[in-house]
């Protein structure tokens, strides 16, 4: 859902001095979007997600895994993505402005979120240089895979993932995320 308001043009100031209120509140190039509380199957998928990426960033030592409050700041935007890989070396800044921006960035698709993930925010995280981008679909049980100068691919079975810096890639069936 989006919010009506009757500033025409959000800043992160403003975005900030929203209530915390359980909603998430996230600012792509000036519209905000307010996303309620996840339901259970989404965080169940976010949980498998985690369990079946820690120990591959763990041994490849790609960085640390986040969840929301987390965020990734850039050209004037600020939007907490459901997952994401990121160096922690660069979160000793006080400032999200200072740190490197994610390796991996994960969404899980829902009814109130298809819009802006599909849409702002994939065009945002391609304009900040993430290099890969997914998109978890459980309605059809697929994964997409979004990485710059390339067509999307949608999955259904195996996904593959080789970040900079790792020495193999992380190989899994994609319907682990939807037992």
Do not use: C
């Amino acid at each position: 859902m989006v919010m009506a308001t009757d500033e025409k043009q959000w800043t992160i100031e403003a975005l900030h001095r929203l209530p915390d209120d359980g909603n998430k509140y996230e600012l792509v190039r000036g519209e905000l979007f307010v996303t309620p509380a996840p339901r259970a199957g989404h965080e169940l998928i976010l949980a498998r997600l985690t369990r079946l990426l820690v120990p591959y960033v763990t041994t490849h030592e790609l960085g640390m895994i986040f969840h929301p409050r987390a965020v990734v700041r850039f050209d004037g935007s600020e939007v907490e993505p459901d997952l994401m890989v990121r160096d922690p070396q660069s979160l000793r800044e006080a400032d999200w402005d200072a740190a490197s921006q994610p390796s991996l960035v994960v969404e899980v698709l829902s009814k109130t979120t298809r819009r802006r993930d599909l849409g702002p925010k994939r065009v945002l995280y391609l304009d900040a240089g993430i290099p890969e981008y997914w998109v978890v679909d459980e309605d059809r049980q697929s994964v997409r895979v979004i990485k710059p100068d390339i067509p999307d691919a949608v999955t259904t079975d195996e996904l593959q993932w080789m970040p900079a810096g790792a020495r193999e890639a992380l190989v899994f069936d994609v319907a682990l995320l939807f037992l």
